[in-house]
C-alpha cells in the first residue's frame, strides 16, 4: 500500500497532536503538586521532575529552531528559572509550536547541521519522529519519577488511549 503524501502528513500531524495530548495530561497532574516536590531528587535520566521536563523542554525547543534554520537556539530553556506553572506553560507553547511546524512542513526536505564537527543531514519528518518520540521516552519516566515520590494520581498517556479517546470524540 502506498500513502498519498496528505495522508503521511496526517500520521505525523497525529502524532505531534498526540504528544501535545500526553503533555497535557501530565502537566495536569504535576501543577497539582507542591512545587517543592517536583524537584525533589529521585533516581532517573535527570535527577528530578522538574529537570526532566526542563530536559524535554531544551530537545523540542532546539530541534525546533534547528528545523526553522535558526541553529540550536536554547537560551530561553538555559537562562528559564520561573516557577513550575511558567515551566509547565512554556514547554505547552513550544509543542503546540512543534505541531503547527509539524502540520505544514515539508517533511522530506534534508535538515543540515553541524554538531561536534561533524555534518549531518537529516529528513525534516525523522527530526520530527525523534523528538516525538523522545518526548514518550521521557515521560515514561516522568511517570516513575511520580509513583516514587507516591503521587497516585497518574493519567494514561499511552498512544492507544489518545486513539481511543480521538474515536469517541473526547478529543477535537
Known amino acids: 500500500m ?3 503524501s496528505e495522508e503521511i502528513r496526517q500520521r505525523y500531524l497525529d502524532y505531534a497532536l498526540y504528544n501535545l495530548w ?3 495530561r501530565l502537566i495536569s497532574t504535576l501543577s497539582e503538586q507542591d512545587e517543592a516536590l517536583l524537584s525533589e531528587e529521585l533516581i532517573g535520566s535527570f535527577p528530578s521532575i522538574r529537570k526532566t521536563v526542563l530536559h524535554i523542554w531544551f530537545a523540542e ?3 525546533l529552531s534547528r528545523l526553522n534554520n535558526k541553529g540550536w537556539d536554547v537560551k530561553k530553556v538555559d537562562e528559564f528559572s ?3 506553572s511558567d515551566l509547565f506553560r512554556e514547554w505547552n507553547i513550544t509543542s503546540e509550536d512543534f505541531k503547527d511546524f509539524t ?3 515539508d517533511l522530506e526536505e534534508e535538515i543540515q547541521f553541524e554538531h ?3 555534518k549531518f543531514s537529516i529528513p525534516a519528518r525523522e527530526i520530527i519522529q525523534t523528538v516525538l518520540n523522545h518526548g514518550t521516552y521521557h515521560r515514561g519516566q516522568l511517570v ?3 509513583r516514587q515520590l507516591g503521587i497516585s494520581k497518574i493519567p494514561q498517556t ?3 488511549e489518545w486513539v481511543r479517546e480521538k474515536a469517541r470524540g473526547n478529543i477535537k
Open 158 to 160: 499511552d498512544y492507544i
Open 144 to 146: 516513575m519519577m511520580m
Open 61 to 63: 525547543t532546539g530541534w
Open 116 to 118: 561536534k564537527n561533524e
Open 2 to 4: 502506498t500513502l498519498k
Open 103 to 105: 502540520s505544514k512542513a
Open 22 to 24: 500526553a503533555n497535557k
Open 82 to 84: 520561573g516557577s513550575n
